[in-house]
Nanobody, 121 residues
Framework: QVQLMESGGGLVQPGGSLRLSCGASGNIYSIGVMKWYRQAPGKMREFVARIFSDGGTYYSDSVKGRFTISRDDAKNMEYLQMNSLKSEDAAVYSC???????????????WGQGTQVTVSS
């Protein structure tokens, strides 16, 4: 069994910064692409960023230039550095990862439970 757990959410003023972390634990052989999504109240879940195992990254237009995704494979961690936060960035942020378990040939998709980010003065 694999679990993802986010941390680092909270309340920040507009223009401020937060760093989200997501740790993977359990039966892990390797982790492929890792992503962040967010969902604001009354809105559909929205893709934020992804990072491949080779370090390649991709961002949604709404966060490009302000957010930075990174990973530490030695620790099975992914991060989202969020700068210049705006009110419209407020949402529940969830991490997502494709994980191959030991003894398995397939990668399975896993989700964290989410962490709340509130942007308000």
């Amino acid at each position: 069994q694999v679990q993802l757990m986010e941390s680092g959410g909270g309340l920040v003023q507009p223009g401020g910064s937060l760093r989200l972390s997501c740790g993977a634990s359990g039966n892990i052989y390797s982790i492929g692409v890792m992503k962040w999504y967010r969902q604001a109240p009354g809105k559909m879940r929205e893709f934020v960023a992804r990072i491949f195992s080779d370090g390649g990254t991709y961002y949604s237009d709404s966060v490009k230039g302000r957010f930075t995704i990174s990973r530490d494979d030695a620790k099975n961690m992914e991060y989202l550095q969020m700068n210049s936060l705006k009110s419209e960035d407020a949402a529940v942020y969830s991490c997502n990862a494709m994980v191959r378990g030991r003894g398995n040939s397939d990668c399975l998709e896993h989700w964290g439970q989410g962490t709340q980010v509130t942007v308000s003065s």
